[in-house]
């Protein structure tokens, strides 16, 4: 998933514009609805959970049941037909402020819209590379850690792996584009 952009029509179907072109998003679109359902897993357990009792009742159709996920997670969180991509050539979402007939009043509110991102790091690793992110030395990190220079430089090497990075830069840019910090 990556370089796509979504938006809603005037007649409320969603479509897809990426690398093949523009479609609306249907329960047939197996490949897309399984990769993004992966993904949700992954980084944004809390939405996923939400939306899955949210559709409860649909679990019996699996087809119909993803797919009402991932449109749910969609109008959510984007919709915007903009010079932004919603999913980047990196694969990051750039969520959008969705217009909601709920807002205010969704109990899933701050969980399915802007949901927490999970980083898939140890309390460990985000408390290390919050300091490098705030641009600490690595000794004042081991410091206020009350851990060795080496278990600093160890759990960002377990941290690159764990988000595919393969240097602080990148974990940097990893981290502002996630609002892993914020």
Not at 70 to 92: A, E, H, P, W
Not at 170 to 181: H, M, T
């Amino acid at each position: 998933m990556r370089n796509m952009e979504f938006y809603k029509t005037p007649k409320g179907k969603i479509m897809i514009n990426d690398e093949h072109g523009t479609r609306e998003l249907k329960p047939s679109d197996r490949d897309f609805i399984t990769v993004f359902i992966v993904h949700l897993s992954d980084f944004y357990p809390e939405a996923l959970e939400a939306l899955s009792k949210i559709y409860a009742n649909s679990r019996h159709n699996v087809q119909y049941y993803e797919y009402l996920i991932v449109l749910r997670f969609i109008k959510c969180n984007f919709l915007k037909y903009d010079s932004t991509m919603d999913i980047d050539q990196f694969g990051y979402f750039n969520f959008e402020e969705a217009e909601c007939p709920l807002h205010g009043e969704c109990e899933f509110q701050g969980v399915i819209c802007k949901p927490k991102f999970n980083s898939r790091l140890s309390d460990r690793e985000l408390n290390v590379m919050r300091g490098y992110y705030e641009q600490s030395s690595e000794a004042d990190i081991a410091k206020q850690m009350y851990i060795s220079v080496e278990t600093v430089r160890t759990h960002k090497r377990n941290a690159f792996q764990r988000v595919k990075v393969h240097s602080l830069s990148e974990f940097i840019l990893y981290a502002k584009n996630n609002n892993l910090f914020i």
